[in-house]
């Protein structure tokens, strides 16, 4: 079945730094990335859509200039998250949509988060 | 925009029984509704959808009902086992667009 490869699992960072979150699809081709956040005990926040090759389209109240989104390829989308501060911590996900099947059952694969912590 | 309401936020079985997690949508453009499992610091694992032009899916343990009338759609679990413990969310999307989830249901299966 397909498969999504979020990396990395984990990543501790200093406040005001910036970390980079890859999201690749292994077996298949993704056209649209989305990128999620959730916070513990919550549901799944989306941030942004992103398709290859254009810009990424972002959700109400999300700074596009904090959370960078980079689609370069069918297969990878990178979130990078600029000048990290704490309440940025929390727990990310990317989901990728297969070119090929679009919308159906196998279109849409989550990939295993990135647990994100600033100190 | 979409707004999906999931109840019980959380749940608790014994072992053998069924679980039921029933979920809301508000906008009659969704016509895909996934369920999806999720462990503790993992992604969401799909485990059953269904689509508007159906009523019911089942798989093994697990069945999905869906009332567009009414625009709701419930998860139903039976013969519970431990492993079944986690938060369960459900989603709904127009057909090949974003999906927007639920709050999430925490189930324990108590042995």
């Known amino acids: 079945g397909a498969v999504v490869s979020q990396h990395p699992s984990r990543v501790i960072c200093k406040s005001g730094t910036s970390v980079k979150i890859e999201c690749r699809s292994l077996?298949?081709?993704?056209?649209?990335m989305f990128w999620y956040r959730q916070f513990p005990k919550q549901s799944l926040m989306l941030m942004a859509t992103s398709n290859e090759g254009s810009k990424a389209t972002y959700e109400q109240g999300v700074e596009k200039d904090k959370f960078l989104i980079n689609h370069a390829s069918l297969t990878l989308s990178t979130l990078t998250v600029t000048s990290a501060h704490p309440e940025d911590s929390s727990f990310y996900i990317c989901?990728?949509?297969?070119?090929?099947?679009?919308?159906?059952?196998?279109?849409?694969?989550f990939g295993s988060g990135t647990r994100l912590t600033v100190v | 925009g979409e707004n999906v309401e999931q109840h019980p936020s959380t749940l608790s079985v014994q072992e053998g029984d069924s679980a039921v997690i029933k979920c809301t949508y508000s906008d009659s453009a969704s016509n895909y509704f996934p369920w999806y499992k999720q462990e503790l610091g993992k992604g969401p694992q799909l485990i059953i959808d269904?689509?508007?032009?159906?009523g019911e899916k089942k798989d093994q343990r697990i069945a999905v009902t869906l009332n567009k009338t009414a625009k709701h759609f419930s998860l139903h679990i039976t013969e519970t086992q431990p492993e079944d413990s986690a938060v369960y969310f459900c989603a709904a999307s127009p057909f090949g667009n974003q999906f927007y989830f639920g709050t999430g249901t925490s189930l324990t299966v108590i042995p």
């Open positions: 989901s990728a949509r297969d070119r090929v099947l679009g919308g159906a059952r196998y279109g849409y694969t």
């Open positions: 077996d298949f081709q993704a056209t649209t």
């Open positions: 269904i689509r508007s032009n159906v």
